[in-house]
């Protein structure tokens, strides 16, 4: 069964610190990836996704996501991070292709940025 | 404007009853999804439809059940067999293989 793991539960940097949130999934065939945002007391917002192509995709918000495929990662970055990253981020795939479109998600990584 | 549309916001469910959500997209997207949310839990799919008429379960769909009469309408029934039912309900939509637009959530309580 695909699974997508988020290896930090919480995290917490200084503004203007970098970040990087990892992602790792369990699937051997072609796949969408996604991260997901959602900010304090608000609805899930797309934030970028891959589905071919440059690995290397940009989103809003500066952030940006890398598609290792030899690494079944998609590890989400950002240079410099502000007060108003503050939410909780999740990973999510798709296998491509397949009968199902449903996403399978993450369990989530809160961040905490301090002012 | 284009979207989805959950309803109530809140809902409070006495233990025994059971309670339905409400969820209505405009997108004209053909996919419709339930997902719970639970903290430190991410999100886990409850049941989804690709199609009017046909729905099937996803991972957690002991206790609820769904139906699809409409393209625009995915309702999602708490039954009173959902042991433990107080969650923040989440549905989503989506053109098949493609990202998801997502509801502003419904968070039950049983009291």
């Known amino acids: 069964a695909q699974s997508v793991s988020q290896h930090n539960h919480h995290v917490i940097l200084s503004e203007a610190a970098s970040l990087e949130l990892g992602c790792n999934y369990s699937y051997g065939g072609t796949v969408n990836l996604f991260w997901y945002v959602q900010y304090p007391g608000q609805h899930l917002q797309l934030l970028l996704k891959y589905f071919s192509g440059d690995p290397l995709v940009k989103g809003i918000k500066g952030f940006e996501a890398e598609f290792i495929k030899s690494k079944f990662s998609f590890n989400l970055r950002k240079p410099s991070v502000q007060w108003s990253d503050t939410a909780e981020y999740f990973c999510?795939?798709?296998?491509?292709?397949?009968?199902?479109?449903?996403?399978?998600f993450g369990k989530g990584t809160k961040l905490s940025v301090k002012p | 404007d284009g979207g989805i549309t959950q309803s109530p916001k809140y809902l409070f469910r006495k233990e025994g009853q059971n309670v339905t959500l409400s969820c209505e997209q405009n997108?004209?997207?053909?996919?419709m999804y339930w997902y719970r949310q639970d903290p430190g839990q991410g999100l886990r799919l409850i049941y989804y439809s690709q199609i009017v008429n046909d729905f099937q379960k996803g991972d957690i769909a002991e206790g609820y059940s769904v139906s699809r009469e409409k393209k625009e309408s995915f309702p999602l029934t708490v039954t009173s067999a959902q042991k433990n039912p107080t969650a923040f309900y989440l549905c989503?939509?989506?053109?098949?293989?493609?990202?998801?637009?997502f509801g502003s959530g419904t968070r039950l309580t049983v009291v």
């Open positions: 999510a795939v798709n296998a491509h292709g397949g009968s199902q479109g449903n996403l399978i």
């Open positions: 997108l004209n997207h053909d996919a």
């Open positions: 989503a939509s989506s053109r098949v293989n493609y990202g998801y637009t």
